[in-house]
Nanobody, 121 residues
Framework: QVQLVESGGGLVQPGGSLRLSCAAS????????MGWYRQAPGKQRELVSV???????DYADSVKGRFTISRDNAKNTVYLQMNSLKPEDTAVYYC???????????????WGQGTQVTVSS
């Protein structure tokens, strides 16, 4: 009843930039928070950045100053602008959203399918 669809991953050289997008669709009455997680091979999934309704943001220390999260409430879409990318940013990036929606109405966490980001020369 609710879906998250990501786009924007790919291969980029160190120092390059990518922009990830994640659009929520379906039966949605409100979105409390949207964010991005990543999982590198052999590592646990970790929080990259989150934006709360009202535009409060938080970032992992490893990406502060390089990544910027933003949100278009009218489109139910969250973006992650990634600059100055490093090889250690290589991972599958997952969109996450806390959404009030569905039938019956409820708050629930939703995940996107993941998009690969590879930083390599």
């Amino acid at each position: 009843q609710v879906q998250l669809v990501e786009s924007g991953g790919g291969l980029v050289q160190p120092g390059g930039s990518l922009r990830l997008s994640c659009a929520a669709s379906g039966i949605i009455f409100g979105i409390n928070a949207m964010g991005w997680y990543r999982q590198a091979p052999g590592k646990q999934r970790e929080l990259v950045s989150v934006i709360i309704s009202g535009s409060s943001t938080d970032y992992a220390d490893s990406v502060k100053g390089r990544f910027t999260i933003s949100r278009d409430n009218a489109k139910n879409t969250v973006y992650l602008q990634m600059n100055s990318l490093k090889p250690e940013d290589t991972a599958v990036y997952y969109c996450n959203a806390r959404i009030y929606g569905g039938i019956p109405r409820r708050n629930d966490d939703y995940w996107g399918q993941g998009t690969q980001v590879t930083v390599s020369s």
